[in-house]
């Protein structure tokens, strides 16, 4: 298999571990855990599987002033990516997670015109604003509160937030994938923001009861671990050394159906006009946004 067939495998990979994820861990929070104790078990977990996996890696020094774009990395990536993600889902509904998450590749567009100087037409401009327009309806007509989703439009406006500190994440962080090792960048990105963000975690995290947890909670937890924080980054990155930010970004885009089903299966969320006409919207502005001239 070609090595481009293999980073969008990688991707798809991500994205569908991803979307899964708005579901699972939302059933454990906040009964088992409060959003900021989650960050702070995906972190440590995180953390130290690509400390150890590193340890039998070839090794690879740092340079000094790549620290400082890990470090910024780290921030949004990391910190601010998760915290939000994740107060979000605790605030609102995994669906309005999956469709909001789609505006990341339209910020990933906007950010690369002002550092990277790409250019920006008239189609995707309109589709920028359209795409907005959607997230907007969404987090102002959506119902204050809802099953186990105690202020939904604050919690679509973290979504928010938390899209856009992943597209910006996945612009910093572009340079060095290609520089460095998968798990030489990952280790030290891990390890910044878990330090960064230890400081709002650290009280929720040591507030769970561990001994008392149900397989219920338990297994959800791990995913979430494993899945949705260690090996999507992992695939994210590896992604990255041959694609695009821009690609890589595009498969959030199937987000919103991953997500959409497999809530709709397991009975978590239910879907309504205001959901679909903004999931539309949404549409429209991606597709318009990623289309050739």
Excluded at 22 to 48: C, D, N, Q, W
Excluded at 65 to 88: E, S
Excluded at 229 to 235: A, K, M, P, V
């Amino acid at each position: 298999m070609k090595k481009r067939h293999l980073a969008l495998v990688a991707a798809f990979l991500a994205t569908t571990i991803y979307g899964i994820n708005h579901t699972i861990a939302k059933e454990v929070m906040p009964i088992y855990i409060g959003s900021f104790g989650f960050i702070m078990l995906r972190l440590l977990g995180a953390t130290a599987l690509f400390w150890i996996i590193s340890l039998f890696t070839p090794k690879e020094k740092v340079e000094r002033k790549d620290f400082i774009t890990i470090f910024f990395a780290a921030i949004f990536g990391v910190c601010i990516n998760m915290l939000a993600f994740f107060r979000g889902l605790e605030l609102s509904t995994p669906i309005n997670s999956g469709v909001i998450i789609t505006l990341s590749p339209v910020i990933v567009l906007i950010l690369s015109y002002l550092f990277l100087k790409e250019k920006i037409t008239f189609l995707k401009l309109s589709g920028i604003l359209i795409g907005f327009s959607g997230v907007l309806f969404l987090i102002f007509n959506s119902s204050k509160t809802g099953i186990n989703a105690p202020n939904i439009p604050v919690g679509n406006s973290l979504f928010l937030l938390n899209a856009s500190a992943y597209a910006g994440y996945l612009v910093i962080i572009k340079p060095l994938a290609k520089k460095y090792n998968v798990f030489t960048l990952m280790k030290w990105t891990f390890l910044f923001g878990l330090i960064l963000s230890a400081p709002l975690t650290y009280n929720q995290f040591n507030a769970v009861e561990w001994n008392t947890l149900p397989w219920f909670a338990i297994w959800r937890m791990a995913y979430v671990v494993i899945g949705t924080t260690f090996l999507t980054y992992l695939l994210n990155i590896y992604a990255l050394k041959t694609l695009s930010p821009t690609t890589v970004g595009s498969f959030i885009y199937l987000q919103p159906i991953i997500t959409i089903i497999f809530a709709l299966i397991i009975g978590s969320d239910v879907l309504d006009f205001t959901k679909v006409l903004a999931c539309l919207l949404v549409f429209i502005g991606v597709y318009m946004v990623s289309r050739k001239n």
